[in-house]
Each structure stands twice: as structure tokens, then as C-alpha cells.
């Protein structure tokens, strides 16, 4: 009996085993990168670092349309609290601030950003910020546009109005039940509300030092060539045979 072996050129058998090599390899997530900071220290709303080497988008600071018509601003303003990450700055620097307001008590207001990564998924492992206020018994509650209701963050804005003392504010992603900051899919926009209640009807709330931190897992678009490629040749081939 005779067998009879199939004759492949180099070319088809080079583009086989770089296929094989790459089902082999899976994706893996970075390490910790930076997603987006804002420090507001160049006098606007905009993201002071955003993780664009590693596929990230960040907005500036907005306020979302359930409280639209409140002013946001930045401001120069001292701080003796606790730093998410690390600065430079002196005794007095900017942060951001909404203007509550809603025509009643309580007052109103929020501090919206949105993040995303145009490269592969991505998860969300770090969340911090920082809130002042001069309002009366204002109450801050964080939550997200990937975990729907559920609150990330909730607490009262501690301190005499206008001491110029921040709060620091943070949460574990990676803790959140249903785990909604993990595997996101590129192209994905992860809003975050930080929204305001104060007991007056009327006062500002200020936001400093918002540090959001994360992964990427880059998109396998090297694997899906490679096997494009290789049933290319296979089908040219077998239509010559």
C-alpha cells in the first residue's frame, strides 16, 4: 500500500506553524496603567494624564443631565488632606466645583466624567478622588454607568464650610458585586456620577484629585490575520489540486 504525503511549500507550512504559535499565545492583561487623572491645574476640566499609550479616552469634568443648568468651575483652593497621587503642588492649587442648585432643598448638583479604551477590554482596578464643601451637611454618592444602581461610594462631605480640607473618596472595583469593572469590552464608555445633596438651596462642592487605574488586553487581531492567511493558502490549494 502506498501512502501518499502531501506536498506543502515553505510558505504554507512558514504561515501553519506561526498559526499554531498563536493559538498558543493567549492575551494577557497589562500591568496597572493609569486610565485617566485630573488635577485641575491647568485652570480647566480637562483630564490632567490619560492613559493613551495603553488605548485610553477620558472626557473632561461634566455635569450630568439630571442636574443641567449648575455651573462647573475651576478653582484655586488650599488642601491639607490626603493625596490620591503624587503632586507638587504648594499650599493653595486648583480643583473643580459644581454650584448646587435645583430651586429648593436640598441643592443639587454632580461631577461626571467617562472613560474607555479603543485598544482590546479592559478592567478598572483603582478609584479615587477628593470633595471639600461649603454647603450645609452635604452627602456625596458614587455610582456608574457599567453597575447601574448600585452605590460604589456613599458618605457625608466632612469639615467646616470653606476650611479647604478634602475628603479622600474610593472604592475596590474589584470587589463590586457582578464584577462590572472587569473584562469590559473595547469601546465600552464607563461613566462615573459623583452627585451632590446638601440640606440649604444652594452652595458649591469641590473635586480634586480624581485618580482612575486599570488594565488592557490588547485585541488578538495578530492571531485573527494569521489564521485569515492561513486558510487563504489552504483554499488556494486546494483549488489548484
Known amino acids: 500500500m502506498k501512502i ?10 512558514a504561515v501553519a506553524g506561526l498559526a499554531l504559535v498563536a493559538l498558543n499565545t493567549v492575551p494577557t492583561a497589562s500591568a496597572a496603567v493609569i486610565i485617566a487623572q485630573y488635577d485641575f491645574e491647568a485652570g480647566t476640566l480637562a483630564p490632567t494624564t490619560v492613559g493613551t499609550a495603553d488605548g485610553f479616552t477620558a472626557s473632561n469634568l461634566f455635569e ?5 443648568g449648575n455651573a462647573l468651575a475651576t478653582n484655586t483652593t488650599g488642601d491639607t488632606g490626603e493625596t490620591p497621587f503624587a503632586s507638587a503642588e504648594g499650599s493653595t492649587f486648583n480643583s473643580a466645583s459644581v454650584t448646587l442648585g435645583g430651586g429648593g432643598s436640598p441643592a443639587t448638583g454632580s461631577f461626571d466624567f467617562t472613560v474607555t479604551n479603543t485598544d482590546g477590554i479592559f478592567s478598572i482596578t483603582e478609584f479615587a478622588l477628593k470633595l471639600n464643601q461649603q454647603a450645609t451637611n452635604p452627602t456625596f454618592t458614587v455610582t456608574s454607568s457599567v453597575s447601574g444602581a448600585t452605590t460604589l461610594a456613599t458618605g457625608t462631605i466632612s469639615g467646616a ?18 464584577n462590572p469593572f472587569t473584562d469590559i469590552a473595547a469601546n ?4 462615573f456620577t459623583v ?4 440640606t440649604d438651596t444652594t452652595g458649591s462642592v469641590f473635586i480634586d484629585k480624581i485618580d482612575i487605574q486599570g488594565s488592557v488586553i490588547p485585541e488578538p487581531t495578530t492571531i485573527a490575520m494569521l489564521m485569515g492567511g492561513f486558510g487563504s493558502l489552504l483554499l488556494l490549494r486546494r483549488r489548484r489540486a
Open 64 to 68: 450630568g443631565t439630571e442636574f443641567a
Open 161 to 178: 464650610s470653606g476650611d479647604r480640607v478634602f475628603n479622600l473618596v474610593t472604592f475596590d472595583p474589584t470587589t463590586v458585586a457582578g
Open 188 to 191: 465600552t464608555p464607563v461613566t
Open 4 to 13: 501518499m504525503i502531501p506536498s506543502f511549500k515553505p510558505t504554507l507550512l
Open 195 to 198: 452627585s451632590i445633596s446638601a
